[in-house]
Antibody, heavy 116, light 108 residues
Framework: EVQLVESGGDLVQPGGSLRLSCAAS????????MNWVRQAPGKGLEWVSYISTSGDTTYYPDSVTGRFTISRDNAENSLYLHMNSLRVEDTAVYYC?????????WGQGTLVTVSS | EIVMTQSPATLSVSPGERATLSCRAS??????LAWYQQKPGQAPRLLIHGASTRATDIPARFSGSGSGTEFTLTISSLQSEDFGVYYC??????????FGQGTKVEIK
C-alpha cells in the first residue's frame, strides 16, 4: 500500500524555524517527484513546494520563496520541508503529496501553528 | 499564473439527487485538470484526472467533462459519503500548480 506519513508540526513563534518530514512507503520513492501542499484553517489548498526525483530541481511560489527549502533523502525514503522566518500566515496543515502532474496520494497532514 | 474559479461556493443537495460542480480556468489548460474530494479532518483524495478519467477505485457516479477553460464534475446520484468539499486543480502551466477555492457539497 502506498503511504505518506508527515510529522514535525508544532507551535512556533513568528520568526522561528521548523522542519517537517514525510516518510514514504509502498512505492519506489526515488522514481517520483514530490510536493508539499498546505491548507490554512477553514481555507483552500495552496501548493508550496516541488522537488524532482534526484532533488536537483525545486520550485516554490512567491509566498514562501527564500524562506522554505524542500529536500529529500532517497536512501531513507523521506521528504523534508525546512521552514524559516515563519509568519502567522504560514499557519496551516501541511500535506506531502506525490506528483505532479496531479497530486496522488496525499499524507494525512501535520499542523503548523505560528503564534506568539 | 492560471487562476481557477469554482462555482457555486456551496451546493445543497438531497441524497439521490444529481450534483453539478463547475470550474473555470483563467486561460486554457487543455485537459490538464484534476478534481479532488476532501472530507472534514481528512486529506484530499484524487477523483478525476485528465478532466474525465476516474482515479482508481472511484465510483462510476463521479464523472468529469470539459476542456480548455470550462470544466464540470457531476455526481449522478449523491450518496451520504459524498458530502464534503471538492477542489479542481490545473497542471497545464506550472509552476505554480493552482487550485480552485473549493465547492462545499452539503445535505439539503
Amino acid at each position: 500500500e502506498v503511504q505518506l506519513v508527515e510529522s514535525g508540526g508544532d507551535l512556533v513563534q513568528p520568526g522561528g524555524s521548523l522542519r517537517l518530514s514525510c516518510a514514504a512507503s509502498g512505492f519506489t520513492f526515488s522514481s517520483y517527484s514530490m510536493n508539499w501542499v498546505r491548507q490554512a484553517p477553514g481555507k483552500g489548498l495552496e501548493w508550496v513546494s516541488y522537488i524532482s526525483t534526484s532533488g536537483d530541481t525545486t520550485y516554490y511560489p512567491d509566498s514562501v520563496t527564500g524562506r522554505f527549502t524542500i529536500s529529500r533523502d532517497n536512501a531513507e525514503n523521506s521528504l523534508y520541508l525546512h521552514m524559516n522566518s515563519l509568519r502567522v500566515e504560514d499557519t496551516a496543515v501541511y500535506y506531502c503529496a506525490r506528483g505532479p502532474p496531479f497530486f496522488h496520494p496525499w499524507g494525512q497532514g501535520t499542523l503548523v501553528t505560528v503564534s506568539s | 499564473e492560471i487562476v481557477m474559479t469554482q462555482s457555486p461556493a456551496t451546493l445543497s443537495v438531497s441524497p439521490g439527487e444529481r450534483a453539478t460542480l463547475s470550474c473555470r480556468a483563467s486561460q486554457s489548460v487543455s485537459s490538464n485538470l484534476a478534481w479532488y474530494q476532501q472530507k472534514p479532518g481528512q486529506a484530499p483524495r484524487l477523483l478525476i484526472h485528465g478532466a474525465s478519467t476516474r482515479a482508481t477505485d472511484i465510483p462510476a457516479r463521479f464523472s468529469g467533462s470539459g476542456s480548455g477553460t470550462e470544466f464540470t464534475l457531476t455526481i449522478s446520484s449523491l450518496q451520504s459519503e459524498d458530502f464534503g468539499v471538492y477542489y479542481c486543480q490545473q497542471y497545464s502551466n506550472w509552476p505554480p500548480w493552482t487550485f480552485g477555492q473549493g465547492t462545499k457539497v452539503e445535505i439539503k
